[in-house]
């Protein structure tokens, strides 16, 4: 079956620029999860979209947004670029609950300049 | 406030040997954890589980222990090969969070041959 599905792959932006990324998540997933990866950070968790609602969000500025389609596709967005939203933004999906555990995309590498 | 820690950036065993993998963290409402395995320009994938009601989950070559006293947990591999060098990261969940996870800052395991 077909994976989580996250575009673009690559993205660079301009500083003050805002910019959407979107995650496809697998088929009967219906619970998506954002996570951004900068070296030294790991991976710290944006926010958490279940059934177009949002379960959960992390401790990022209100320049980070998403929204989750009837059809669970989400998509995140950021406002107003800074250099330091530079990193590797990764969409995960799983089916409800903590013990199914995420399945990763492959991410989208934002470099802003 | 990083809640899991990975304080080995970096860890090489040769092939054939044990690989322990550790990982502390500090919020006693933590009561689900995972690791992932990551390779180079792709999302990290699910590796092993375990509850707190547990103490040792076995699935393969990889098992994790989990010392809930001390906060610890750690994954062992048993014998290495090198196919598993690779970026290791440990996750935590909080009761009733959802899927909220805090991911530690990650592991690069070399493997050689």
């Known amino acids: 079956k077909a994976g989580v599905t996250q575009t673009p792959r690559y993205l660079i932006k301009t500083r003050g620029q805002q910019v959407t990324l979107s995650c496809s998540p697998i088929?009967?997933?219906?619970?998506v999860s954002w996570y951004q990866q900068t070296p030294g950070q790991g991976l710290q968790f944006l926010f958490e979209?279940?059934?177009?609602?949002?379960?959960n969000k992390g401790n990022f500025p209100g320049r980070f947004s998403g929204r989750q389609f009837s059809n669970s596709r989400s998509e995140m967005n950021v406002s107003t670029l800074e250099l330091g939203d530079s990193a590797l933004y990764l969409c995960?999906?799983?089916?409800?609950?903590?013990?199914?555990?995420?399945?990763f995309g492959s991410g989208t590498r934002l470099t802003v300049v | 406030d990083q809640q899991v820690k990975q304080n080995s950036p970096s860890l090489s065993v040769q092939e054939g040997r044990i690989s322990i993998l550790n990982c502390d963290y500090t919020?006693?409402?933590?009561?689900?954890f995972l690791w992932y395995k990551k390779y180079p320009a792709e999302g990290p994938t699910f590796l092993i589980s375990?509850?707190?009601?547990?103490d040792k989950n076995e699935d393969g070559r990889f098992t994790v222990f989990l010392n809930k006293s001390a906060k610890h947990l750690s994954l062992h591999i048993v014998p290495s090969q090198p196919g598993d060098s690779a970026v290791y990261f440990c996750?935590?969940?909080?009761?009733?969070?959802?899927?909220?996870?805090?991911f530690g800052t990650g592991t690069s395991l070399t493997v050689i041959p």
């Open positions: 919020n006693s409402m933590f009561d689900y």
């Open positions: 995960a999906s799983s089916l409800a609950t903590q013990v199914d555990g995420y399945t």
């Open positions: 375990i509850s707190s009601i547990k």
């Open positions: 979209y279940f059934s177009e609602t949002q379960r």
């Open positions: 088929s009967g997933h219906r619970s």
């Open positions: 996750a935590a969940s909080p009761v009733g969070s959802g899927n909220q996870f805090y």
